[in-house]
């Protein structure tokens, strides 16, 4: 069931940049967005950037173009920590004045002056929309530390008040927040706040169901990993929603405006979600194939013109030909950067230049006379000629050779047209190059095969 409540629903992403964005910071953004819209509320951003050494303005835009690029748009203005400085100090004052914080002087190498909160001593029940009611004994959390001095507030201080300043309704984040939970209760009581509700999400683990960090599976944790190879952000949005969110019915492939109607906090599970990228690719190619034809080819044109190899090699791109390949190529891919890498392996070569090899590369398996080879692509060459120009397409070339390959032996006579055309041990079929190449080009190399085989 969704939320009820009078009060429109606020839901807040604090990001600190001072790493790029990661794929369990990007979930919480995208469940905080879509309980959000679910709701008819805001989703808002804020930048906790108040640790000066380490937040980083690239980071900062990392976050933000990863957002854009996911479709995942806030509500209303982007919130610095670093700007509100002066109403933090207003809050801590009176925290201090209102006996609920005091100054102590720490002695660690150097005295340090910082404020700490007054503990109650006192239980904390909290109802968490996915993990039920939790308790803590705020006895075990001593008189814990809100700020540096006056000046310096640290994130539990500034969260709560921010949230409170906000309007923030619902904390949707990580369950390794859960701890964090009762410290920023007793401060929410004492500046006044409403609580809001919980709802702590469970952890993105890796296949060995270890944490994902950086440290153990280096970038592949990070959304411009994914961006990079060639994902789609609607892919990525879709396969995210299912860490952790069963929709609580078979379907599998969202749009986002699906997810929106569909999400419901009360179907995230408590337990971690394993993240596995075969899945996404899986996800990923279902998306791609809901592509516009024409993207499609487009998107295969410029990988393949940004392959290093393309470049070096000074080819150019017969329209014709990409627009005859593209299906081919689209069937063996299930991320963009695929189509650079086939580029890049040599895979896609024979549409760019003839194949060099060697004559007994024409050679199936067990066959050991170049004279028959040369009869069977002899045979080729006069059955393809009898096709015309209008009939030039995989079907009716196969329709033409079939019957004589039948007869022959399918390897023996389809191997040596397929890697005459190619130059490739693995490429398209027979069939599929010849309309790929197109009829001239075709018999044109078929040619150059006898030629070798002489």
Do not use: C
Request: no cysteine; aromatic share 10%; hydrophobic share 35%.
């Amino acid at each position: 069931m969704q939320e009820k409540s009078s009060k429109k629903i606020v839901t807040r992403f604090p990001p600190s940049p001072t790493g790029l964005l990661h794929l369990g910071n990007t979930r919480t953004a995208l469940f905080n967005y879509l309980f959000a819209k679910r709701n008819g509320g805001d989703f808002i951003v804020r930048v906790e950037d108040t640790d000066k050494t380490r937040s980083k303005k690239e980071y900062e835009e990392n976050m933000l173009e990863s957002l854009e690029w996911l479709g995942i748009k806030r509500d209303g203005e982007l919130w610095h920590q670093s700007e509100r400085t002066e109403i933090y100090q207003k809050y801590l004052k009176k925290l201090i004045a209102d006996g609920y914080a005091y100054v102590s002087q720490e002695a660690e190498g150097e005295n340090k002056e910082v404020v700490r909160f007054k503990n109650p001593n006192s239980q904390i029940t909290f109802n968490d929309l996915i993990r039920g009611d939790v308790t803590f004994d705020t006895s075990e959390l001593k008189d814990f530390v809100i700020a540096r001095n006056i000046n310096e507030p640290l994130y539990h201080l500034a969260v709560v008040i921010d949230d409170h300043e906000i309007g923030v309704t619902h904390i949707i984040r990580g369950e390794d927040h859960v701890s964090n939970t009762p410290r920023q209760i007793l401060i929410q009581d004492a500046i006044g706040a409403k609580r809001p509700i919980y709802a702590h999400l469970p952890l993105i683990l890796a296949k060995d169901r270890s944490k994902l960090s950086k440290r153990k599976h280096g970038e592949a944790v990070s959304l411009r990993y994914y961006k990079e190879k060639g994902y789609l952000p609607e892919a990525v949005v879709n396969y995210l929603a299912l860490l952790g969110w069963n929709p609580g019915t078979d379907q599998e492939i969202f749009s986002t405006d699906e997810l929106i109607e569909s999400f419901d906090l009360s179907k995230v599970q408590k337990s971690g979600a394993i993240f596995d990228e075969e899945k996404l690719k899986w996800v990923n190619k279902e998306h791609m194939k809901r592509l516009p034809e024409e993207v499609v080819l487009r998107e295969i044109g410029a990988q393949i013109r940004a392959s290093s190899r393309f470049k070096e090699k000074g080819w150019e791109i017969d329209e014709s030909v990409l627009k005859r390949s593209y299906k081919s190529i689209f069937e063996r891919i299930t991320v963009w950067q695929d189509v650079a890498q086939m580029t890049e392996n040599g895979d896609l070569d024979y549409l760019f230049e003839k194949p060099q090899y060697e004559a007994t590369k024409l050679l199936w398996k067990n066959e050991k006379d170049l004279g028959t080879i040369s009869r069977h692509i002899g045979e080729a060459i006069s059955l393809f000629k009898e096709i015309s120009d209008d009939n030039w397409n995989a079907e009716d070339i196969k329709n033409a050779i079939w019957d004589y390959a039948e007869k022959e032996g399918r390897g023996n006579v389809l191997w040596p047209v397929r890697y005459a055309l190619s130059g490739k041990e693995k490429s398209p079929d027979p069939f599929t190059l010849s309309y790929i190449l197109g009829r001239e080009e075709t018999i044109l190399r078929l040619n150059e095969a006898l030629k070798k085989l002489l």
